[in-house]
């Protein structure tokens, strides 16, 4: 079993930027995605990335504010997110894919961390 631990949430006030972390327990390089969840609301993708880092795609909600990256010498993804706002407030999930894909879909990804809470006053 894969073992992934996001950090790095907290509380920020609206306008301000915080960065989340995913390690994974593993030395494979899988792609990732990060998905987050607020309060009366499903699950939604925010951003991914291709095993190599060489591809990223976003959720429309979070273009030009968040950025993925990784380093796979470290097994470790994050995402940096700028401008936020009081709706960006959520727990935030990173997940890991054996074979990845530009679909923007939960049902394409293997393995999930427990998730950090970020939240955004206003």
């Known amino acids: 079993q894969v073992q992934l631990v996001e950090t790095g949430g907290g509380l920020v006030q609206a306008g301000g930027s915080l960065r989340v972390s995913c390690a994974a327990s593993g030395r494979t390089s899988y792609g990732m995605g990060w998905f987050r969840q607020a309060p009366g609301k499903e699950r939604e993708f925010v951003a991914g990335i291709s095993g190599g880092g060489g591809v990223t795609i976003y959720a429309d909600s979070v273009k030009g504010r968040f950025t993925i990256s990784r380093n796979n010498a470290m097994n470790t993804v994050y995402l940096q997110m700028n401008s936020l706002k009081p709706e960006d407030t959520a727990v935030y999930y990173c997940?890991?894919?054996?074979?990845?894909?530009?679909?923007?879909?939960?049902?394409?990804?293997?393995?999930w961390g427990q998730g950090t809470q970020v939240t955004v006053s206003s």
């Open positions: 997940a890991a894919a054996i074979r990845w894909n530009q679909s923007p879909t939960a049902l394409n990804y293997d393995y």
